[in-house]
């Protein structure tokens, strides 16, 4: 495979391919060495935890049982999907309004102890704004006006 010769010498990929997966979407971009930057290809897709999350909820509003399994897509929108659909149907489906509170409780509480455990591994591990000391600030002396 022929290469495209970089301002060095050195040799460069014909093909780039460049792929950002996020929460809500991922991005891909296609560059063609030879080519200007701004006519790469670009493309915008909806993320595959969007979309497994999204066919979780389908699956458990209209009663069919799921099952997950598999160590590669964790967390995201199916991980999150899972949790307040099982708060959904045990409030509403189930009639279970203080069970489905308890979790929201549980969840919050969660939330709060992850929240203070990452204040302090930054203060402490990472010592962030720890070590700032103001400096005192210089005090201008008083021009007198002279005609």
Do not use: W
């Not at 990929?13 to 997966?21: L, M, Q, S, Y």
């Not at 209209?62 to 307040?84: D, E, Q």
């Not at 969660?110 to 005090?139: A, H, N, S, W």
């Amino acid at each position: 495979m022929q290469g495209c010769s970089a301002n060095g010498g050195d040799q460069l990929p014909t093909r780039v391919i460049a792929i950002d997966v996020g929460a809500g979407t991922q991005d891909i971009l296609i560059y063609e060495c030879g080519t200007p930057f701004e006519n790469a290809i670009k493309m915008v897709l909806p993320s595959q935890t969007k979309i497994v999350g999204g066919r979780i909820r389908a699956a458990t509003e209209a009663g069919i049982p799921i099952h997950l399994a598999g160590t590669i897509m964790g967390g995201g929108a199916s991980g999150t999907a899972i949790y307040f659909i099982k708060m959904h149907q045990t409030a509403y489906v189930d009639q279970k309004v203080g069970t489905a509170c308890a979790m929201a409780v549980v969840l919050l509480v969660i939330i709060i102890i992850f929240t203070i455990l990452q204040k302090l591994f930054f203060r402490f591990v990472l010592k962030e704004g720890v070590d700032y000391v103001p400096q005192k600030q210089k005090t201008l002396k008083p021009v007198k006006a002279t005609r």
